[in-house]
């Protein structure tokens, strides 16, 4: 990385620069250079383009700053898919969450494939051949009305809306397109009319459709969260409002699939012990359960106990279910305790791995790779966290066999993996 030189001016906060934006970055920026040599992190740029940005942030190794004017554009740009993060308005009113906006889902997509093929190399030191699924019509549609769940916040003077983008100031809003049309809609007449703050409005829209809208007001919720159904085929799973679920409309049913399609069916044994961890309503225990058959034994660990407990019932038809509520590190020490036989269901079982975007850490990979399952199947949202973790257990004799990514999130720069790991 270049050092600024003697002879070039140090950069300062509220500067207007020309930048040369290169190529993608994690978290939905862009790595441009400044005249002056200086490595600048913008966002709401695309590789190729010139821009004009303000300075926004200045670190010892590097700056960030954000997009005001594009000189030149690429020809992969397009208008915004949300108006009011345009870079027409000013930076600090632009919402966040939907960094890829100013493109095609397509090319959306190829930037996250960059990005996560540059982890795995990075800190996983390999290089799968992979492309980034779409779901369902989300190319036609420009990736919008997919979110079923929506968060908005409100402000000390009960002004309604997102936050804006790396900041928790509430931005003025007259649209969510991201969001399900009705969730849209009830949203914008809340908008419209204030609301008692300052706290958040959760909007969920489940598998029936209707939307339920639920207020924290200076942390105290106005209701009790609403038990919901949320539905993958034919198969309801029982989800707390507040609880985890994929937010995207397809996103259970792609995991659910991508998780059957990802075990190594030469490795996997119906009647071993199987695992999903961080398994929240036991979503893709079922995944592996149905494979396993009605006596699978599979246990869904995950540590917010109202979870683990719908889990129980989600899981019910199947003989050997179970659901244990803790943490997923401390579960596997426990698990090294137990005896012979079971340490030996479990060495034939297969793991599903489905960790919050921090990743499972050597925490979690160590033990594990002690249990030595027959393979992990490894549900990933962050792509470093991923090739960090794909390292650890590369370093611990675990092979990556295969690899698949999917746009859970479009127009956002989030982007999912199902990972298979092997015994080597
Ligand atoms: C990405 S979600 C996955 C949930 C589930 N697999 C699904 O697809 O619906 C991660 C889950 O891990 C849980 N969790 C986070 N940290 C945990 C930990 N250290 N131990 C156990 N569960 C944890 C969260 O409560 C959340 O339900």
Not at 16 to 26: D, F, M, Q, R, S
Not at 404 to 414: A, G, I, V
Request: charged share 30%; with cysteine; net charge negative.
């Amino acid at each position: 990385m270049t050092e600024p030189t003697a002879s070039s001016p140090e950069l300062t906060e509220g500067d207007i620069v020309e930048l040369t934006v290169g190529e993608v970055a994690h978290g939905g920026i862009f790595v441009a250079r400044h005249d002056s040599g200086r490595v600048v992190f913008v966002s709401d740029a695309l590789p190729g383009e010139r821009v004009r940005a303000e300075i926004s942030e200045v670190k010892k190794r590097f700056a960030r700053a954000e997009t005001l004017e594009v000189l030149d554009a690429s020809s992969e740009r397009l208008e915004h898919v949300w108006p009011e993060a345009d870079v027409s308005r000013a930076p600090d009113d632009r919402p966040g969450g939907a960094e890829f906006g100013h493109t095609s889902v397509a090319f959306g997509r190829e930037l996250k494939r960059r990005v996560l093929a540059d982890a795995l190399a990075r800190f996983g030191g390999v290089e799968p051949e992979f492309e980034v699924s779409s779901l369902g019509n989300d190319d036609e549609t420009r990736g919008t009305g997919w979110r079923t769940r929506v968060t908005l916040h409100v402000d000390d003077d009960g002004r309604v809306g997102p936050f804006a983008a790396r900041s928790h100031r509430v931005v003025d809003v007259r649209s969510l397109p991201l969001a399900f049309p009705d969730i849209d809609e009830l949203a914008q007449q809340i908008i419209a009319k204030g609301h008692r703050g300052p706290g958040r409005i959760d909007f969920v829209a489940p598998a029936d459709f209707e939307v339920r809208m639920r207020a924290r007001v200076k942390g105290a919720s106005t209701r009790k969260p609403e038990l919901l159904r949320e539905r993958v085929g034919e198969r309801e799973f029982a989800v707390s409002e507040d609880g985890f679920w994929q937010v995207h409309r397809l996103a259970a049913v792609t995991l659910y699939d991508a998780v059957q399609d990802a075990i190594d069916r030469s490795r996997f044994d119906v009647s071993a012990q199987h695992f999903d961890l961080f398994g929240g309503v036991g979503l893709l225990g079922a995944a592996v359960a149905e494979l396993a058959g009605k006596d699978a034994r599979v246990e869904s660990v995950e540590d917010a106990k109202e979870a683990t407990e719908l889990a129980l019932t989600n899981l019910a038809e199947w003989g050997g279910a179970t659901a244990k509520t803790g943490r997923v590190d401390r579960y596997l020490h426990g698990l090294l305790d137990s005896g012979a036989d079971a340490l030996a269901a479990a060495r034939a079982g297969t793991v599903v791995l489905d960790p919050p975007r921090s990743g499972a850490k050597a925490d979690v990979t160590e033990p594990l790779a002690e249990l030595a399952p027959a393979q992990i199947v490894y549900v990933a949202c962050d792509p470093v966290a991923l090739g960090r973790d794909t390292g650890l257990l590369r370093e611990r004799g675990y092979e990556l066999t295969r690899l698949r990514s999917y746009d859970l999130f479009p127009n956002t720069h989030h982007v999912e993996a199902v990972a298979t790991f092997v015994r080597a």
